[in-house]
Every structure is written in C-alpha cells, then in structure tokens.
Nanobody, 127 residues
Framework: QVQLVESGGGLVQAGGSLRLSCAASGRTFIWSRMGWFRQAPGKEREFVAALWWSAANVYYADYADSVRGRFTIAKDNAKITVNLQMNSLKPEDTAVYYC?????????????????WGQGTQVTVAS
C-alpha cells in the first residue's frame, strides 16, 4: 500500500510564498518519480513540476512554463517527502495541488503516467 499526504496549503496574498509537502509511506522504493499537479475549478488537472532520479541518485526536475523560475521541487530523502516551494505567487496559481508518484519513464507532465495520488491541498492566492 502506498500513501501520499499533502500539507502546507492555505491562503496567501499575491507575491507571497508557500511551501507544500508530500509525505510518502508504504512501498516507496517502487517508484522513481514524484510530481505536483494542480486543478482549478472548472479546469482540467495540469502539470506543475516533477522530480525523478536514476539508480545512481542523479536527480532531474522539470516545470510547467507557468511556474518555472518561481517554483522549486525538491526531495527530502531522510523524511521521504517531496516539497514544492512556491514563490511570487499569483492569483492564477489558485487551485487544489496534488502530489503524485510513479514508475513510468514516459512524459512527466501527463497524469496517466503516475500510479499514486494524494488527496490534494488547497492553495488560494488573493489579489
């Protein structure tokens, strides 16, 4: 069994920062990629950021164009968590943010390439 639990969401003013965390438990050794997605009301779930690693512990990251330079994804191996540091937040960043994990080496930006999902955490950016 695999569980992903997000935390750190909340209400912030535009220009502010939040840090989301995704705590993983269970068979964490079976996946090699974790990602963050978000879904705003009335919109499809969209890719935000992903982090994957090789057997040699070389890490790679990718970001959606809309967040590149403002968001940073990082993994805390000691705690088996993946964090998403979000700076310079904008009202259009308002959404429910979901953590995901998977084993696929296919496109990191597609929801279908992830096997496990958290329940989501709400991020609201006020203008």
């Amino acid at each position: 069994q695999v569980q992903l639990v997000e935390s750190g969401g909340g209400l912030v003013q535009a220009g502010g920062s939040l840090r989301l965390s995704c705590a993983a438990s269970g068979r964490t050794f079976i996946w090699s990629r974790m990602g963050w997605f978000r879904q705003a009301p009335g919109k499809e779930r969209e890719f935000v950021a992903a982090l994957w690693w090789s057997a040699a512990n070389v890490y790679y990251a990718d970001y959606a164009d809309s967040v590149r330079g403002r968001f940073t994804i990082a993994k805390d191996n000691a705690k088996i968590t993946v964090n998403l540091q979000m700076n310079s937040l904008k009202p259009e960043d308002t959404a429910v943010y979901y953590c995901a994990a998977g084993r696929s080496s296919a496109s990191a930006s597609m929801t279908s390439n992830y096997d496990y999902w958290g329940q989501g955490t709400q991020v609201t950016v006020a203008s």
